[in-house]
């Protein structure tokens, strides 16, 4: 059965025996399960990744089977779940567990999905796609963050914080917590104090990186590439910061084609554009037209698929679409 998000509150989870959370918000699967799957302190909770699982599948099912007379209900939380999984889940029904719910956490799946499609159409089996949060939801969380822990701070600030966590809450909520020992040790903080604080500092390269490469810099985006010692850890980051800014370049080029000034697209944009960007964001517009920004929406979502696919080489496919990029014409 599938479920969206906002959705959980008002269907009562504990009727189902599994669940399956996919997607590319890891802090948003993690919030899902602690606040409602995994929430009481006396249920056991094993927690597996799935090549364990795969690697010891006897021993496992047999512990699952034979569930001692003494213990509660037990959770098992599965995580970097693939295809694979189905044969365990398969006979995790078969054989008719109780006392025991099953929690996969998978990254992006497909339509075709045979995993997917087996939790989408099972009454008893919960299905919860989770997606990148946006700006806004990343600006909320931040708001009131600082709204509840008395930070006066700027929407400036909020907006830098929120828009450089790449969609993700997980980092947003880390770098919050940073951000709040830091103030009730000094009492007050600012812009420089937050990027030297959190990791935020790390991800400048990555966003100058794609603000160059999406305003046609070769020459600049090429030294980024040969300054900064990325990994392949970091090709997601990346991939993501481009999917983010290439939308916003997207809604501001749509509003240029009707306004026809620059200067107001730019200025009346929400979330306010911060202004040391303004004039790296004007060129982006002024490079890309919308249908050519459609198409590089499309194409880096297929690149982001064929580096989760292929991780060992996903540095060398992300360097070949970037140079790809800037040095593509009439655009």
Request: hydrophobic content about 35%; charged content about 30%.
């Amino acid at each position: 059965m599938i479920i969206k998000v906002y959705e959980i509150k008002k269907i009562n989870l504990k009727k189902f025996n599994s669940y399956l959370i996919y997607g590319e918000n890891e802090g948003l699967k993690n919030e899902i399960i602690q606040n409602n799957l995994s929430n009481n302190s006396s249920i056991i909770t094993n927690k597996y990744d799935e090549k364990e699982i795969l690697n010891n599948y006897d021993y496992i099912i047999s512990n699952l089977l034979n569930k001692s007379f003494f213990e509660n209900e037990k959770i098992v939380i599965i995580f970097r779940v693939t295809e694979k999984i189905l044969r365990f889940i398969n006979e995790f029904y078969d054989k008719k567990i109780d006392d025991v719910k099953i929690i996969l956490c998978a990254d992006k799946l497909e339509k075709k999905s045979k995993l997917r499609l087996f939790f989408e159409k099972n009454n008893y089996a919960a299905c919860i796609p989770v997606y990148s949060d946006d700006n806004k939801t990343l600006r909320t969380i931040t708001s009131n963050f600082f709204r509840d822990n008395n930070i006066k701070i700027s929407s400036e600030i909020v907006n830098f914080i929120s828009d450089k966590c790449n969609g993700d809450r997980g980092h947003l909520n880390k770098e919050l917590s940073k951000i709040k020992i830091y103030f009730e040790s000094n009492g007050s903080i600012n812009i420089k104090e937050i990027s030297a604080l959190t990791n935020l500092s790390q991800n400048f390269s990555v966003s100058e990186l794609i603000d160059n490469c999406l305003s046609k810099n070769r020459n600049r985006t090429i030294k980024i590439l040969n300054e900064n010692k990325y990994t392949p850890e970091d090709s997601i980051l990346i991939i993501r910061t481009f999917l983010s800014k290439t939308k916003r370049a997207l809604d501001l080029r749509k509003s240029y084609e009707i306004s026809k000034d620059i200067d107001q697209t730019i200025n009346t944009y929400k979330p306010p554009i911060f202004w040391k960007d303004k004039e790296i964001v004007k060129m982006q517009i002024s490079k890309w037209k919308a249908q050519n920004l459609e198409k590089l929406i499309i194409k880096i979502n297929e690149i982001e698929l064929m580096i989760k696919r292929g991780s060992t080489n996903s540095l060398n496919i992300l360097y070949d679409f970037i140079l790809g990029i800037c040095i593509e014409t009439n655009n």
